[in-house]
T-cell receptor, first 111, second 116 residues
Framework: AQKVTQAQTEISVVEKEDVTLDCVYE???????LFWYKQPPSGELVFLIR??????QNEISGRYSWNFQKSTSSFNFTITASQVVDSAVYFC????????FGTGTRLTVIP | GAVVSQHPSRVICKSGTSVKIECRSLDFQATTMFWYRQFPKQSLMLMATSNEGSKATYEQGVEKDKFLINHASLTLSTLTVTSAHPEDSSFYIC????????????FGSGTRLTVV
């Protein structure tokens, strides 16, 4: 099965701490895309990043950064200096023919 | 950027009735739309893929007679939950893609269905 595994079900951190959310994926395809989405309590899915399988460059966007390691099939997401507004469920997803989601990590940032 | 509007955001219906959920792409033409279901504290599960003008492709285990999908235009797909039962209560969310492949799918804001 081509799974997306987010081993951390729930994480709690104190505000201003850094936190890394793990994502490991399986795929038989050579071309694929990886995504991270944020789902706040209101329910909508907020797109954070898309990365294609040929681009292993890490990316930083403000307090967010992503580490794509094709050798270990991982696409981890780090939030630095976490804030209460970062509290949400975060989903990693893989796109080949359709978008397949991991089980999500619920992040709680404690003030 | 691309916007997908989903309506209604919340609906409560009686057991045995049918409910229609609409998903519209507001500023682009969506050749493909996807319907997901999310149970509390769980991931999003793909229910079906709909292409404009053709029949939807349902994932294994999804009853096509229970969840009717219509994608009659390039900007509108509808999901009708027929003869709803309490176990159909869930969060339903659609997404749309202008072309399949490299685009980040744009999601609607979701519909929380409660069947009483």
């Amino acid at each position: 099965a081509q799974k997306v595994t987010q081993a951390q079900t729930e994480i709690s951190v104190v505000e201003k701490e850094d936190v890394t959310l793990d994502c490991v994926y399986e795929t038989r395809d050579t071309t694929y895309y990886l995504f991270w989405y944020k789902q706040p309590p209101s329910g909508e899915l907020v797109f954070l990043i898309r990365r294609n399988s040929f681009d292993e460059q890490n990316e930083i966007s403000g307090r967010y950064s992503w580490n794509f390691q094709k050798s270990t099939s991982s696409f981890n997401f780090t939030i630095t200096a976490s804030q209460v507004v970062d509290s949400a469920v975060y989903f990693c997803a893989r796109l080949t023919n359709n978008l397949f989601f991991g089980t999500g990590t619920r992040l709680t940032v404690i003030p | 950027g691309a916007v997908v509007s989903q309506h209604p955001s919340r609906v409560i219906c009686k057991s045995g009735t049918s409910v229609k959920i609409e998903c519209r792409s507001l500023d682009f033409q969506a050749t493909t739309m996807f319907w997901y279901r999310q149970f509390p504290k769980q991931s999003l599960m793909l229910m079906a893929t709909s292409n404009e003008g053709s029949k939807a492709t349902y994932e294994q285990g999804v009853e096509k007679d229970k969840f009717l999908i219509n994608h009659a235009s390039l900007t509108l797909s509808t999901l009708t939950v027929t003869s709803a039962h309490p176990e159909d209560s869930s969060f339903y969310i659609c997404s749309a893609s202008e072309t399949q492949g490299s685009y980040g799918y744009t999601f609607g804001s979701g519909t929380r269905l409660t069947v009483v």
